[in-house]
């Protein structure tokens, strides 16, 4: 078949003041994909201030393909809205997104869409390696234990488990831009694009299989730091409109993982004294939660850091 003949994948990739190092390995995981008919999008909201931009303008230059496009914002957007111009000029019937210091693993695009066109769905998601910068896996998510895709069952799975990230969703194009693509927030993006896209009643399924590699890294990023400590302050506020669909333990459970991440932010944020506080409220919300939490945090690394396909 001809690669004309295949729908056109879109993958979105927004960088800011990232070194051609960690961007070209993302750029290049995409352009090593199995599925061959594939056009990349690099919106870059660094702005012509970054120091290191030269290099960056340079890469793009030597790749010479047809099927990447670079942009760079005049002035700075935010992750959100860096997206959604992304969204707005990419052309394929099926749009991915991959952040700039992550990577996609070769047969991710291939595997997805097969996926989405054999169940003939708007919108799927997959599991998700986190490794930390040194190339130690950190963290594994995985969405086994949903019961049901009805949109009523996933609004409150998402609610409290969270049905992310970024880089595992794919969409089709037309019911991405029909929901109107990311929300400008500090935190919490990804939540509440697919928070958007539960509550349109769209056909949302999942691939239990991981093909993408995200990376940790020291200084968060946007999502790190003070940053991620208003962010999630927002995210819980905004999160108790929707306690009345919750049943107690379920709500017991999204105060939990408040101050679970709460606890992690302020660690990064050398803050200790608020660390201990937030760790404190988050064994006296639930210790049952804290202890089947971190059970299943270590099942999860146990039985999947030898796994070679990822």
Known sequence: MQTNDLPLVSVVIPTYRRTVEYLSRAVDSVLSQTYPNVEIIVIDDSTSAYEKQ????????????????????????????????????????????????????????????AFMLENDCD??????????????????????????FGNSYLLRYHLTRHLTGTPTFMFKADKLREIGGFNSVKVGQEFHLMLKAILAGLKIRYMPECHVKAYRHPDGGISGGENKIAGEKELFAFKQQFFPKLSKAEQRFVRFRYHAVLA???????????????????????????????????????????????
């Open 54 to 113: 030269h290099e960056t303008k340079a890469y793009f230059d030597s790749l010479g393909r047809d099927n990447v496009i670079y942009l760079q914002n005049e002035k700075n957007l935010n992750g959100a809205l860096t997206r959604n111009r992304g969204i707005d000029i990419a052309s394929g019937e099926y749009i991915t997104f991959l952040d700039d210091d992550d990577e996609y693993l070769p047969a991710k695009i291939e595997k997805q869409l």
């Open 123 to 148: 919108v799927s998601f997959t599991d998700l390696a986190l490794y930390s910068a040194e190339g130690t896996m950190v963290d594994y998510r995985e969405y086994t234990a949903i019961e049901s």
């Open 264 to 310: 992690a932010g302020y660690k990064r944020t050398g803050k200790y004294g608020n660390m201990l506080a937030e760790a404190i409220k988050t064994v006296l919300t639930s210790p049952v939660d804290f202890v089947k939490e971190a059970l299943k945090i270590f099942k999860k690394l146990k039985a999947h850091k030898n796994d070679s396909s990822v």
